[in-house]
């Protein structure tokens, strides 16, 4: 077995992160470097690596990736807009190998990003 991400360790508590909301098939971290006032991540406890991996049985659990994002959302009052990234791969700006959906909101976000 491939070793435990950084984010599977905050799920079971070997390590503490700053835990939004969690259910049964995923949780909510603050992101610890924010690129905007609200910056979340909507992990699965699944650990899936990346999109890239993601197989078809996947795609219910990705599903609701993007409906708790769409929750937090509105949880966090960012009716002015908001940007989902999932990042992939090293061109992709993916640093942790655990997939994850980034939730920004709270200032105006350029577009293309860098
Ligand atoms: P990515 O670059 O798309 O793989 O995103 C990984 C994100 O995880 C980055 O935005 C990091 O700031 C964030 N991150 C890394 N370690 C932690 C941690 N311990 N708690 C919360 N967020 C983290």
């Not at 995923?26 to 609200?38: E, N, R, T």
Request: hydrophobic share 40%.
């Amino acid at each position: 077995m491939s070793e435990k991400s950084i984010f599977t360790k905050i799920m079971e508590g070997e390590i503490p992160g700053d835990i939004q909301y969690e259910d049964d098939d995923c949780i909510v971290l603050k992101d610890i470097s924010p690129q905007a006032p609200v910056h979340l991540l909507i992990i699965p406890r699944k650990p899936l690596v990346r999109i890239a991996e993601m197989s078809e049985a996947d795609q219910p659990l990705i599903g609701k990736l993007l409906w708790i994002a769409k929750q937090m959302a509105a949880q966090f009052e960012l009716e002015e807009g908001f940007r989902i990234v999932i990042n992939n791969g090293p061109f992709g700006g993916e640093s942790v190998p655990h997939l994850h959906v980034h939730l920004l909101g709270k200032r105006p976000l350029k577009w293309p990003p860098g």
